[in-house]
């Protein structure tokens, strides 16, 4: 009976490193299966993402690697997870052997972070072995395998991160030569070996563009008219028209890398000339100035990241425009036929005249939910400790084995078979330990106090319950307790880590609501007294002409009226 396999292709986000393409991946990999006899289960892939990324499955995980967390927040487009893998990794007990281009397109772990050791833990626990076109069969369940596809993994990161550093020198380089990165995507631009021309058609749709820019015409109407009058185009988006008549390239000028004005050396016919492009440019500084809501003011929204669009779920945008208050949008709002129905906002701040409430208030049950189990947690704190206390004595005993066994096999005391499996079978004990303290050390450090050293528990819920928390604490605790909020036409729906939560709207206007805790904000500061606390917010909606639960997510009941 032959063995089975999995085949698992990669290909990388263009930023982080170059990758054949999944095609030849799959082809190369099929071909070594067949030389070795082995049957094809299944094919997983995963398009346009990095290996540092944890598959799918392993969300916690990925949480509570700080290492991978403080990568993941310096990334300018972090992506999600790889959901090929996770696939694969769900059904590895089905075969022996898991066929790739290389180890690296399984994981390319980062210094101290979980992602090697859960993969590689995961396939010597099924007995599976890593079969590489470009390299040798390693099998996890030899000591000197594992040790030299370790060390093989390092060298090849550390080579990407060497050729990626090259690549950004070379990008800048042929920039400030006056040359466009290879291959840059523009609107109505064509290359021809190292030139740049523009297409005939959307180039007369720029000029035209241009012309009307500088007649003092709004990008509505601009847009309207290059619809009738070059109806074959599909030129139907706003942003292309913003960026075109902002973009150098069209008067055959860039910028290079330090945002300086140069000549473009491919462009030998430029669309428009300079002084065009830079009437264009004057024309925008000056409806800046005359017009303060062209562009809305970011506000700083604790719920930045959280909100999204329950039609095109894209994320939704804070709209400051509004002199009166703040609203939560679809990004994609107006913008074409396909999201027309994106329509659903949310007043976000409260407003100046009126008793309207807005998101930001409609917010403070969950904050109140949050600092209850940050009690819990608290209460569990001395339990943590003791649990780490062993696990570090119980680290440092298999240390103290291990330089003992090597100590024996210096001096010929033990044969090498089993100084072997003396390394083998401790080893995944070490790494098995070692995550364990780091998780214990990172729960600790999230029970340390989220509060300002002059805040206690009972101040913080205090006021909470009289909405006077500060910001930053507010955000900090709507970040532990809130993952997503979709905007509907007649509920909010906040997705927490505890269960779901409809609050209820009418519009975009939220009820008045009141917060019944049966904790005193008098009470002594003791996380045992608000640990147990159960609390009720009753929304005054109308809806239902007497008091009705509508909702319960842990100690949080949710009521109408």
Request: aromatic share 10%; hydrophobic share 30%; net charge positive.
């Amino acid at each position: 009976m032959r063995d089975k396999g999995f085949i698992y292709c990669r290909q990388s986000s263009g930023d982080e490193e170059v990758s054949l393409s999944i095609e030849v991946q799959i082809e190369q990999c099929r071909k070594l299966a067949e030389d070795r006899n082995i049957e094809i289960a299944d094919t997983f892939t995963d398009h346009n993402i990095g290996g540092r990324y944890y598959p799918s499955g392993y969300e916690e995980l990925a949480k509570r690697d700080t290492v991978f967390q403080n990568w993941l927040n310096s990334q300018y487009r972090p992506k999600g997870f790889r959901e090929g893998l996770g696939k694969l990794l769900k059904r590895i007990s089905e075969v022996k052997y898991v066929i790739c281009s290389e180890q690296t397109r399984l994981f390319r772990p980062l210094n101290n972070g979980y992602l090697e050791s859960a993969i590689m833990g995961l396939l010597e626990d099924h007995h599976v072995k890593i079969l590489q076109v470009q390299g040798d069969e390693i099998d996890l369940a030899k000591f000197d395998s594992q040790l030299i596809a370790t060390l093989k993994n390092r060298i090849l990161s550390e080579d990407v991160e060497k050729k990626r550093r090259n690549s950004i020198l070379g990008l800048k380089k042929r920039r400030d030569s006056g040359r466009l990165p290879t291959g840059a995507q523009i609107y109505g631009v064509v290359y021809e070996g190292d030139k740049i021309l523009f297409e005939s058609t959307k180039g007369k749709l720029i000029q035209y563009a241009f012309k009307r820019f500088l007649e003092y015409a709004k990008y509505a109407d601009i847009m309207y008219e290059i619809s009738k009058k070059y109806p074959e185009t599909e030129f139907k988006c706003f942003t292309t028209l913003w960026t075109i008549v902002r973009n150098p390239i069209y008067c055959g000028f860039m910028y290079n890398s330090e945002q300086k004005l140069i000549k473009n050396i491919q462009v030998s016919e430029p669309l428009v000339s300079f002084e065009q492009w830079n009437g264009a440019q004057k024309i925008i500084e000056r409806r800046k100035q005359k017009n303060p809501h062209a562009r809305p003011k970011k506000t700083n929204s604790v719920f930045s990241g959280l909100m999204f669009c329950p039609n095109c779920g894209y994320r939704m945008i804070l709209n400051s425009s509004n002199s009166t208050a703040s609203y939560y949008i679809c990004k994609h709002r107006g913008q074409s036929e396909a999201y027309m129905n994106c329509t659903t906002s949310v007043r976000y701040t409260r407003v100046k005249r009126g008793n309207g409430i807005g998101l930001y208030d409609v917010g403070y049950p969950f904050v109140v939910l949050a600092l209850i189990n940050h009690c819990r947690r608290l209460l569990s704190q001395p339990e943590t400790n003791e649990e780490l206390e062993k696990l570090e004595i119980g680290l440092h005993d298999i240390k103290v084995k291990r330089e003992q066994m090597t100590s024996l096999f210096q001096k010929n005391l033990v044969t090498f078979g089993e100084y072997e499996q003396f390394l083998q079978t401790t080893q995944g004990e070490m790494q098995k330990a070692e995550r364990e303290i780091i998780t214990h050390r990172n729960q600790a450090k999230r029970l340390s106090s989220p509060f300002d050293q002059n805040i206690s528990l009972s101040r913080a819920f205090h006021d909470a319950r009289s909405r006077t928390l500060p910001d930053h604490i507010y955000r900090k605790l709507i970040y532990e307790v809130v993952e997503k909020v979709i905007i509907h036409e007649d509920c909010l729906e906040f997705q927490t880590s505890y269960g779901n939560a409809s609050i209820p709207k009418s519009g975009n206007q939220l009820y008045q609501w009141d917060l019944l805790l049966d904790t005193m904000s008098d009470a002594p500061d003791d996380p045992q007294m608000f640990a147990d606390a159960k609390f009720r917010v009753v929304f005054f909606s109308n809806r239902y002409g007497k008091l009705t639960q509508t909702g319960k997510i842990d100690g949080l009941e949710i009521w109408e009226s």
